[in-house]
């Protein structure tokens, strides 16, 4: 197995224990979504393509309602970009053919959340030659085809793909600054209301942030964020 990009991880629950996933865009040039996945997290089944699935960026992995769904942005050819963002959906026959979500275009890789019954997709802007859009955007749907608008997060810019997280009921969003390496945060009610953005700490970064929520233990859940250093 190789990457140019970062890997997606995934758990689904499957015949009452979980299994996880792991998927990746191939290496250098080559713009294929790989996919494996695991009872155990030692042993993986051999790695297989997602068929018609094609990116420059790495792929995204969540489970909304059970479910496995895989999101990507589209790949660079010699003379064009495909900025579009695509889905497909692991159900019981395989992955869905990709579709194409209406409206939704980023210079990056998209960042999917669940809350509850809601699928959330948080993703920068896209980049042309005389127009480079880092606001970064969110949307939502109850059932992964149809997608809306949702208020944007105020001052949220980033050159880099956002990193999304669902905890405590709700949606938290972390980003590398547009303009420097400094980290900001900033959470979503599900509704309307965003918290303004603050810097998180002192952190910097030359790369996207990770963010997740983990359960410590029974009633203790947080949220964790890992990234990659600055080169400054």
């Known amino acids: 197995m190789g990457t140019s990009e970062a890997p997606a991880l995934a758990a689904v629950n499957d015949s009452g224990g979980e299994r996880l996933y792991i998927a990746w865009k191939g290496a250098d040039r080559d713009q294929s979504i790989y996919w494996s996945s695991s009872t ?18 790495a792929p995204a992995l969540v489970a909304f309602r059970g479910v496995l769904h895989a999101f990507w942005r589209g790949g660079e050819q010699v003379a064009r970009s495909n900025q579009g963002i695509y889905m497909s959906v692991r159900g019981d026959t395989g992955w869905s053919a990709p579709v194409a979500l209406p409206g939704i275009a980023s210079a990056e890789s998209p ?5 509850g019954d809601t699928l959330y997709l948080a993703h920068r802007g896209t980049h042309a030659t005389l127009d480079n859009d880092k606001f970064i955007r969110l949307w939502s749907s109850g059932n992964g085809v149809n997608w809306v608008s949702r208020a944007n997060p105020p001052d949220a810019y980033s050159d880099l ?13 972390i980003w590398k600054s547009a303009s420097g390496p400094e980290i900001w ?34 009633g203790s859940t947080e949220l964790q964020l890992g990234w990659r250093g600055s080169t400054l």
């Open 40 to 57: 155990d997290g030692h042993k993986w089944e051999d790695q297989l393509i997602l068929g018609g699935a094609e990116t420059a960026c």
């Open 111 to 115: 960042a999917p959340a669940a809350v």
């Open 161 to 173: 793909a956002p990193a999304l997280a669902a905890h405590d009921g709700r949606l938290h969003l």
């Open 185 to 218: 945060y900033t959470s979503f009610d599900g509704d309307h209301t965003w918290q303004p953005p603050s810097r998180v700490a002192a952190f910097e970064t030359g790369c996207a942030p990770a963010l997740h929520a983990f359960r410590r233990g029974p």
